[in-house]
């Protein structure tokens, strides 16, 4: 957690941003706001800010450090209480680890204030790769599901000058509410987050394109799976540490197949010096949450089991569960 504090002379204060829709004052408020520059983001953020302070809540910023960094210099000495943490908007963690800080500071709200989260963030990618910007889709649909019922007021910002157009489409489909010209208002195109994120494609990696460099049909035992896995790992992922997280992750899947799939059970691997993908497949049917894993199925009790996928997230870049006519 980094702390941020500003040390700056007192600046008028930002005038207070439209009131939120009654229905949503109390649970998880989740908006996304489009706008034209970086001043317009600051223009939106700091009322934002302000008002989660007046109003005594945990606030904290998940913005690129300029962006941290002038909010403080407009807040002056009003900016004690906030804190900054890049890890919420998924700078160096993975989905599932966004999420258990974003949980971590919801149990420090509720000792707090007003018993109340407000996170304020500038979405921004830190390169511009369609499977990052992809996983950032996917999190901002899955954050209306996982943190349903939470005390949390965010607001996501996107800059037209540094985000993909399709991405900026997105940001109706992915909040339930919008910020516009000052004015929080229901996004008319919010889809259901389970049905967007089955919506959106699923990307092929170029390696994907030749011949897998390991295959096997009708996998006789779990144990196999995994001894085998382990083998084209060794060849193909020098660092140990990696190695064994993705080794783990496909353990993990592999048992998912076998305990809870109908056999058989298929593995491939497509592998070069950069990129690796694992597909394991199985006959069943019944399985089909495309948001299953960004948080335990049965919460952090390791005992109760319900891991699986959610280790398969925090260790992979990318994860899909994918339907079809096979399983």
Partial sequence: MERATGEHAAQPAPSPSRALPPAAAGGHVHMGAVVDSHRAVLDALLPFVDDGLRAGDLTVLTCPPETVTELLDVLGERAGPVESDRRISLTGVRAPDGFVVTRTLLERAARTGSGRLRIAAEVRAAEDDPLVWREGERYEAAANVVLAGA???????????????????????????????????????FVEPRVFVRRLPVPREGVESGPPVFAMDDVPTLPGLRRAVAAVLERWVPDHEQRGDLHLAVSEIGSNAFRHGLRPVSVRVWADSTRIVCTVTDRGRVFDDPLAGYAPAHGLDLGRGGMGLWLARKLWDTVDLVAGEQG
């Avoid at 965010?154 to 540094?162: E, I, K, N, Q, T």
């Avoid at 991405?167 to 008319?188: D, F, K, M």
């Fill in 151 to 189: 005390p949390l007021t965010a607001l996501c910002v996107y800059d037209r000058s540094g985000v993909p157009p399709a991405i900026l489409a997105g940001v109706r489909r992915t909040h339930p509410l919008l910020l516009e010209g000052g004015v929080v208002q229901p996004s008319r195109g």
